[in-house]
Structure formats: structure tokens, C-alpha cells
């Protein structure tokens, strides 16, 4: 078998597996979907995406094909090769279980069944636990399907823009090293929606080429060359 | 209010500081001679995993740049420290710390055994140990660093908005370990290419 798709619910979390040159296309099932996602090197867990490091490498402050997403060490884990949208967040974290509690009440099994409201950081450190990691090993997450604007401002002032995705959006990452992703589906903190009513998301997994020669991602900057070339040479 | 310091030290170009800030203290930074990223990592003195946390800190304050009135939050928006007092104007918490690692995909292979701030924040954690180890290294503020963050989502490193004698000074709002890493960077502007020292200074109010 070479590749699936699932579906995730709205406001739960989920971890896999993706091998080298796998695709992974995450495809919104509703309007107002965010995917708060994690990623580590498979072999080696301390080494994980550092979003500072892509970002100032790529000079850019949110993310878009065809950057590459960076580990600390300099690899790319992961080139974004496609997406229906040209902004994903990654400078606004996830939601806490406090603050979910604060704005939509409180909730649990035993009044809600499996509707109750789990923050993304409940969701992220459940799944975490079950690869033998933990609150130590949260890094700064991208918000795929998010757009949290910046004024331009002295303050650099940010304020997040109601409707950038609507069902059928997509975003493909292509794994450049063998991956541990950790993701989680609920709502962005930031998103204004009165209701807890955060959509699920498709994942689709599927067998895809090693980039080539002229492959986007390699053309973008020579940084993202780079860091291809540092993820090309753990398997040389 | 005494004016009596408890902490005076000195931090060299390329070099780091580890140690415990007890709540209250008023901590300064002094950029002595103008154009130094001072990167820093603040902990909650009594359990690292409560850390700062980036992220958690610009959503909570709904802006990009640190300045007076910014409160440094933790991952679990646990407020660490406010900043009282800036004159410097702003400060970046999006740069992350150079590494060896991410200056050979910056600048090239050349660059791969040049100093960086992420081996500053190694040596210190091995000196300062208490089972901090490599996953606790997260991400940082940078004192006096200029990173602005345009309407169309670029980001770029600019030149500093320091100046010789420039400061900004925080109220630690808990028992607080910060780490420092005096960046020995020389292939951008974020030290005006000549890397200087820092002051550091504390007194109780």
C-alpha cells in the first residue's frame, strides 16, 4: 500500500508517520479550519522545525509554497509544494486548555460526550506522550489555514483575517527526511467565532518523486537549496 | 527604591550568562556601545519546562515587537517579566538564535565553524546542568535586534535601532534563570558587523 487518506474531526489531535518523499495533503472540510502541526525528525526527535530558522532563512513571516520548513540543525524536513493558499501562520502558538475554558465555558466528557472542547495543547501533548515526549518538546507550531495579518505598524501590530479558508482549501508538504508529525485541529485562539464549531480536516498521504533538479523549492532561494541539500546528504 | 545593584556583570562579544533572577528585581540590559543583538532565554526558575515561549507572548499582546508594557509570557502564559523601561524602542522575538547549523543555510559552508549564539546557549546550559538539556534551548527574544515584519508578511534583518548606552529593563514578575547569548554573529547587520559587550544589571525596588 502506498498511501491513504483519513479524515480528522474538528478540535482533535492526531500523530503519523511520514516517510521520506511521502506527500501529505491536508484539504479542509469546512470553512474556519486551522491545523496547529508539530514536526520532528523520525530518527531523532530532539531535532525538530525551528520556525525562526525558516523563517529569517526564507525571509518570509508566515509560510508558503515553496519554502521549506527547517529543523535547527539545518535540514529541510518538509518543502511546502502546494497550496490553494498563500499564508499559513506560524508566529501565534495554539490554544491553551485555560483560555478555551475562559471563552466557550466549561466542558468535559461527561456533559459533552466526544463533542467536549479540547484545546490544541491538550490534543498536541496527549499525542506527544504517546512518542515518549512532552511539554519540553512543544516548539513553535505553524497554524496551517490561518492568516494572522500584520499592520506594518511601529508596534507591529497583528490582527488575524476572518475567512481566509473556506472548505476545499489545500496545503501539500512533501518530507524531505523521514517525519513525526503531531497536529491538532482546534480552532485557532485567535478566531472570533462565538460558537465552538471548528472544521475537520482530510489528510491524504501519497507516494511522491524526489524533488529534482529544477524542483520550485530548490529555485526559491539558495538558503532552501541549502537546506535540501543538508536533508539530501543524511542519506548520501 | 534602592539604587544598589546585586547583579553588575559584563558579558563579552561571544560570550553567555546563566543565573537566577529572583521576583521583583529590576533587571537592565545595556547595550554599551551600540548595534548588539543580546539573545535571552527566560525560564521559570522552579520548573524549565514553564519557559518563555514566543509565540505564546506576540498572540497574548497581539504585536510582533517587544517594548515597554510587553509581558514575557510562558508556554502556558505564565507571565515571566514586563519590560519597564526601554529606550531603545523595540526588540525582536522572531529571529530565533544563530547556530552553526543555520548559518551554513544563511550564508554558506564556509560559515560552519564560525561562533554562534546557540553555542553559547550550549556551553552555558552544560555549565549551569540541573538536567537542562538541548529541547529546552527554545525559541528567543533578541534585546535590541531589528527585525521588521512588513504588511505583506517579509521578513528582513536590518540594521540596529540601538545606540551606545541604550537599555531596556524588566521587572521579573517570578523566580526567574535567564540565559544569555551575546551574539557573536558577523554575517548580518544585527551587530553592525563588530560585535560588542553588554552590561547587566539588577537591583530590588
Redesign the interface.
Known sequence: MTGYSIEVPGGAAESLRLRRHRTLTLRTLGPDANVAMLIYALDDP?ERL????T???Q????IKPPMTL?S???RALASVTASSLD?HDA???HS?P??VERRFGPSSYAADRNDWRRSARFGLLTELWKHGL????????INFFTKI????D??????FVPGHASEGDYVTLRAEIDLLIVLSTAPH??EPAEAWTPAGVRLEIAEGPAPAADDPSRNWRA?TA??LE?AERSYA | MSDEFVLDDIVEAGDGWIGEIPAGTLLRITDLHGNQAVDTLFYDALDYANRYSAMDTIREQGAVYLTTGSVLMTVNCDPLATIVADTCGRHDTLGGACSQESNVVRYGRHTRHQHSCRTTFVRKAKEWGRGLEKRDIAHNINFFMNVPVTEDGGLTFEDGVSAPGKYVELRAERDLLMLVSNCPQLNNPCNGYDPTAIRITGRRP
Request: no cysteine; charged share 20%; hydrophobic share 45%.
Open positions: 530532539a525551528n520556525v525562526p530558522d523563517l529569517k532563512a525571509m518570509s513571516a508566515h527547517m535547527d540543525m539545518g499564508w508566529i501565534t502558538g491553551l485555560a483560555a512532552g511539554a519540553r518538546d512543544l516548539h513553535a507550531n495579518a500584520p499592520a506594518g511601529e508596534r507591529g501590530t497583528l490582527a485562539p485567535l538558503e541549502r537546506s543538508l
